[in-house]
Every structure is written in structure tokens, then in C-alpha cells.
């Protein structure tokens, strides 16, 4: 069952989804280790308020497959799938709901297709404004091993490759 936070959250999402101009089509992308099944409670919720609305939830990359595959990568496939979904529909305007990780490749999306037809983008715990640091799994260790630490595994060559939405 959803903690009072996640309510507040669900319905604060769905004015500004459901105010943007109603009943356009949603598209949702999850997270980092995440899936589709990360939205069947926002689904429901959006369901309930604007019966009809179709809500694509893209299950590209799911679980460990969203941690392996390069950014970059699961940006090209996100184009992809939305613009397939879009044309098979003849969608003129959609919004864009993504968590996270997702959050910050539906960002490039919109800066890489210049065709997309994105009314609303809707970034949940994506940080924009960039990450710094480890979270909290690793705070037991002092700070200069922890600031090195991450240093060295998320700026080594081929983590950058994997973890950066660039070519």
C-alpha cells in the first residue's frame, strides 16, 4: 500500500498530467535497475482519474539490462519506441513521465529528437542539475575514501563510456 508521501506524490503527478491538457497520450520510462511494473500504481491512478488515456509504459531495458546497456543506447531505443507508438497512433502531442535514470535519458531524448511531439516532461527523483557523491550506502567510510572511491568508479574510462549520454 502507498505511504501517505507517495499519495501526495500521485496526485500532485496526476493535476500536473491530467491539467496539461486532457486526455493526451503518457509515455513512462523507468529507472535505474527498474521496469515497467515501477508504474502500475501511477497507471491505476491515472486510469482512475481520466478513464481512457493511454498510458505507455516502456519496458526497454528493464532491471539489470538498464544498469548494462550505455546511455546512450537506451535514449536511441526510447526515440525509437515513442516515435513508433506515436505514428502507429497519430499522436500530435503526448507527455513524458520518467523516474530517475530515466529521467535524465528522456531528458536527452527531447534535446536528440527534434520531432518529438512532448507537451509536459514530467522528471521524477531525476537530478538535472547533476549528482555528486555516493548515496548512502557507502557513508560509514570517511570522506576523502569515499570522495576517491567514487572518483575512481564513476570516472574511469569505461564506466563513462556506459554512463554518459554523449558520443
Given at each position: 500500500?502507498?505511504?501517505?508521501?507517495?499519495?501526495?506524490?500521485?496526485?500532485?503527478?496526476?493535476?500536473?498530467?491530467?491539467?496539461?491538457?486532457?486526455?493526451?497520450?503518457?509515455?513512462?520510462?523507468?529507472?535505474?535497475?527498474?521496469?515497467a511494473p515501477d508504474f502500475e500504481v501511477l497507471v491505476a491512478a491515472i486510469?482512475?482519474?481520466?478513464?481512457?488515456?493511454?498510458?505507455?509504459?516502456?519496458?526497454?531495458?528493464?532491471?539489470?539490462?538498464?544498469?548494462?546497456?550505455?546511455?546512450?543506447?537506451?535514449?536511441?531505443?526510447?526515440?525509437?519506441?515513442?516515435?513508433?507508438?506515436?505514428?502507429?497512433?497519430?499522436?500530435?502531442?503526448?507527455?513524458?513521465?520518467?523516474?530517475?535514470?530515466?529521467?535524465?535519458?528522456?531528458?536527452?531524448?527531447?534535446?536528440?529528437?527534434?520531432?518529438?511531439?512532448?507537451?509536459?516532461?514530467?522528471?521524477?527523483?531525476?537530478?538535472?542539475?547533476?549528482?555528486?557523491?555516493?548515496a548512502g550506502d557507502l557513508t560509514w567510510l570517511p570522506e576523502p575514501i569515499?570522495?576517491?572511491?567514487?572518483?575512481?568508479?564513476?570516472?574511469?574510462?569505461?564506466?563513462?563510456?556506459?554512463?554518459?549520454?554523449?558520443?
Open positions: 500500500s502507498a505511504t501517505m508521501a507517495q499519495q501526495h506524490l500521485l496526485v500532485v503527478l496526476l493535476a500536473a498530467v491530467c491539467t496539461a491538457t486532457a486526455f493526451k497520450p503518457v509515455f513512462m520510462y523507468h529507472g535505474w535497475g527498474g521496469a486510469e482512475e482519474v481520466h478513464p481512457g488515456t493511454e498510458v505507455h509504459v516502456l519496458d526497454l531495458y528493464p532491471w539489470e539490462e538498464s544498469r548494462k546497456v550505455p546511455l546512450f543506447e537506451q535514449a536511441q531505443g526510447v526515440i525509437e519506441a515513442i516515435r513508433n507508438i506515436s505514428d502507429a497512433h497519430g499522436y500530435t502531442e503526448y507527455h513524458l513521465v520518467c523516474h530517475s535514470q530515466g529521467a535524465l535519458i528522456c531528458r536527452s531524448v527531447l534535446q536528440m529528437m527534434g520531432d518529438h511531439k512532448v507537451d509536459t516532461f514530467i522528471s521524477l527523483t531525476g537530478p538535472q542539475m547533476g549528482q555528486f557523491g555516493l569515499t570522495d576517491r572511491l567514487a572518483h575512481f568508479l564513476l570516472y574511469n574510462w569505461v564506466d563513462d563510456r556506459r554512463y554518459t549520454v554523449r558520443r
